[in-house]
C-alpha cells in the first residue's frame, strides 16, 4: 500500500524547490505561483524510494494566507517532511504547521535542513540543533536543493520513517476526498485526492457526498499512469463521465453508497493548543474541507462541532480547528450524534460502550460509524438494534394505553415508526387491521349500558324515522352488535325499522321495477330526509343501484 509524505515550513523556505530536486517535478502548477515564486494551492509528485518503492509527495503552501490548504493537504498524508531554511531557523508558520500535523495525527517525519549551501557549517549545525529541538522524534537531514548534497540521505531517512508508519485500513469502504476538480477535452471531468480507505477501479459508482450526488468511475490513474485499481494511500486522479465540472468541489467525498453518515454534527474529543471557549466560533477542517461551526463544549475534554454545512466523516478522523490561527483539533467519536450535552454519551463512545448509549432502536447502519467491532448486550430485530429495558417500557407503554383506550374498542395505534414491522412481533400483542389489542381481547360497554339502552328506546319509539345519535364510537359498537343500523349524518336506525323500509323496498321494486325517492317517502310515511338517509344505506348494502333519480335492485338482491 502506498503512503502520502506531506512538505510544511514556512514560506520561500525551499519546499518546492526540494520537492522538484527529490522527484522531477515541478509542482508548482498555477500561472500566479510560478509568476510570485510561491506555492498557493496543493502540488503533487511520485517520490521514489532507494528500495524501488514509489511514495506521494504533496507540496503544500506555507505562506500564513494559505494555511487552510495546507490543512487540505495534510489530512490525507502519513508522514510529514518539514522544511526549514538554514539561515532563518524555525519561523510562526514552521511551528503552526507542525502544530496542525501532530493535531492530524501525523507523528511521523523527516526535518529538511534546506538551503545548507548559502551557510557556514557553525550556522548549519545551529540550524540542524534547532530542528531536532523543534521535532525531536524525527531525523533532521541537511540539504541543498541547488547542488544535490544530502538528497540522497535524505531520501533514506524518509524510506526510514516510511518502515514505522502504520497502515491504512484497507477494510474500510472507500473514501476520497476531492481536491483539485478540472475538466479535459476528450476526457470529461477529473478528480484527484488521496484515497484514505478501500479502493477505486473501473465501473465503480461511487457517492458524491455531500451533495447526496452519483457517479461513475471510467478510468483511474496514480501519478499520470493508469491502473486497473487504486489502493489506499495512494494519489488518485478519477475520470467522472456524465458529471460535470461545476458538480464537484474541493471538499466533496467520494465514497462507497451508504458506508459513510452526512451530517451537521461531530462529537469530538479535543485537543487544545489555546483555550476554547464554549459557543466558540471556529472554522473546522476535515478532509479536504472547511466548514465554520460553533464549539458546544461538554466537560472538560469533550465538545460536539455544530456545523453550517455537512461533513463525511467517520469514527477516528481528526479534525482542525482555527480561528485567525490554530487554536486545537479533535479526534471523532460519533460522525452523526444527536444534539445533545450528555457527558456520559461520549465517555462511553470514547470507550468504545455503544451499549451504554443505545435505547430506542437505531438503525445497524447507523451504528457501524461508531462501532469498533460487533456490538454486545443489545436485543436485535431484524436491522434494528435496541436495549432490553426499551423493550420492556414499550410494553409497558403501550399496555397503559390499552388499559386506557375506549372498552367500546380496546386497541391502540402502534407506534409510527419505521421499526414497528420487525419490533412488534416481539410484544405480546395483537394486530387486528390498524390497531393493536390484548390477546382475545373483546370490545364491550363497560359503564356505558346505561347509555346504549336509552339510544335503543328512542330508536324503538322512532320506528323507521332516523334518529340522531352523537356518540358515534358507540353507535359503531351497537351496530357490530346488531341493535342498530348506522345511517349518514350522525343518525340511525332501529334494526326493526330498518327491516320494514327494506322490505317497502323489495315490495315496490318486485311490483314496479324501480323506486324514487318521493315513491318511498310516501310508502314509508316519513320525511324525505330519513327516506333518503335509507335509500343511500340500501345503496351501501348493495340492495339497490342508483340510476338518476331512481334505484332498481340489484341482481344479487332479486334472488
Request: aromatic share 4%; glycine share 10%; net charge negative.
Amino acid at each position: 500500500m502506498s503512503l502520502t509524505v506531506g512538505t510544511a515550513g514556512h514560506i520561500d523556505h525551499g519546499k518546492t524547490w526540494l520537492v522538484r530536486a527529490l522527484t522531477g517535478k515541478d509542482t508548482d502548477r498555477l500561472p500566479e505561483e510560478q509568476r510570485r515564486g510561491i506555492s498557493i494551492d496543493l502540488g503533487y509528485a511520485p517520490l521514489d524510494l532507494p528500495d524501488g518503492r514509489r511514495l506521494s509527495l504533496v507540496d503544500v503552501p506555507g505562506h500564513e494566507r494559505f494555511v487552510r490548504t495546507m490543512v487540505a493537504g495534510a489530512t490525507g498524508i502519513d508522514l510529514f517532511l518539514l522544511v526549514v531554511d538554514a539561515g532563518e531557523g524555525a519561523r510562526p508558520q514552521t511551528v503552526e504547521h507542525l502544530a496542525i500535523l501532530r493535531l492530524l495525527g501525523v507523528d511521523h517525519g523527516v526535518v529538511a535542513v534546506t538551503k545548507a549551501d548559502t551557510v557556514d557549517e557553525e550556522t548549519l549545525e545551529l540550524a540542524l540543533l534547532e530542528a531536532r529541538e523543534l521535532a525531536p522524534d524525527a531525523d533532521a537531514v541537511a540539504v541543498s536543493a541547488k547542488t544535490g548534497a544530502g538528497l540522497d540521505d535524505l531520501r533514506a531517512a524518509i524510506a526510514r520513517v516510511a518502515d514505522t508508519v502504520d497502515r491504512r485500513p484497507e477494510e474500510r469502504p472507500t473514501r476520497l476526498y476531492v481536491d483539485r476538480v478540472f475538466s479535459l477535452r476528450g476526457v470529461g471531468t477529473v478528480a484527484t485526492g488521496t484515497l484514505w480507505s478501500g479502493s477505486i477501479g473501473e465501473g465503480d459508482v461511487l457517492a458524491v457526498e455531500p451533495a447526496h450526488g452519483e457517479a461513475r468511475v471510467r478510468s483511474v490513474q496514480v501519478h499520470d499512469a493508469d491502473v486497473a485499481r487504486a489502493g489506499p494511500g495512494q494519489r488518485v486522479a478519477v475520470n467522472l463521465p456524465g458529471v460535470a465540472a461545476s458538480e464537484l468541489r474541493r471538499g466533496d467525498a467520494l465514497v462507497a453508497a451508504g458506508a459513510y453518515p452526512v451530517s451537521y454534527r461531530l462529537d469530538v474529543v479535543l485537543d487544545e493548543i489555546e483555550p476554547i471557549a464554549d459557543g466558540a466560533r471556529l472554522s473546522v477542517h476535515h478532509g479536504t474541507r472547511r466548514v465554520p461551526s460553533r464549539v458546544v463544549r461538554i466537560g472538560s475534554r469533550h465538545a460536539q462541532l455544530r456545523l453550517s454545512s455537512p461533513l463525511v466523516a467517520a469514527r477516528g478522523d481528526r479534525v482542525v480547528l482555527r480561528g485567525e490561527t490554530t487554536v486545537g483539533g479533535g479526534t471523532v467519536v460519533d460522525p452523526a450524534p444527536p444534539r445533545h450535552r450528555d457527558l456520559e454519551r461520549l465517555d462511553r463512545l470514547e470507550r468504545g460502550d455503544v451499549t451504554g448509549v443505545v435505547d430506542a432502536p437505531v438503525h445497524v447502519d447507523a451504528l457501524r460509524h461508531v462501532l469498533d467491532s460487533d456490538p454486545e448486550g443489545l436485543e436485535r430485530a431484524g436491522p434494528w438494534l435496541f436495549s432490553k429495558g426499551w423493550l420492556s417500557a414499550l410494553e409497558h407503554e403501550l399496555r397503559q394505553q390499552i388499559e386506557r383506550a375506549d372498552p367500546l374498542d380496546p386497541g391502540v395505534p402502534p407506534p409510527a415508526e419505521p421499526w414497528v414491522g420487525d419490533i412488534l412481533p416481539l410484544l405480546p400483542f395483537e394486530r387486528r387491521g390498524s390497531l393493536l389489542y390484548l390477546p382475545g381481547a373483546e370490545a364491550s360497554l363497560g359503564d356505558r349500558h346505561l347509555e346504549a339502552e336509552e339510544i335503543e328506546r328512542a330508536l324503538a319509539a322512532a320506528g323507521v324515522a332516523a334518529v340522531k345519535v352523537d356518540d358515534a364510537e358507540l353507535a359503531r359498537f351497537l351496530e357490530s352488535q346488531g341493535r342498530l343500523v348506522r345511517l349518514g349524518g350522525g343518525h340511525a336506525i332501529g334494526p326493526d325499522g330498518y327491516e320494514v323500509a327494506r322490505d317497502v323496498v323489495l315490495v315496490e321494486c318486485a311490483a314496479a321495477g324501480e323506486i324514487t325517492l318521493a315513491r318511498f317517502r310516501d310508502l314509508l310515511g316519513t320525511g324525505r330526509r330519513d327516506a333518503q338517509l335509507l335509500l343511500e344505506r340500501f345503496d351501501q348494502d348493495g340492495l339497490t343501484r342508483r340510476i338518476g333519480d331512481r334505484r332498481v335492485l340489484r341482481r344479487s338482491a332479486r334472488a
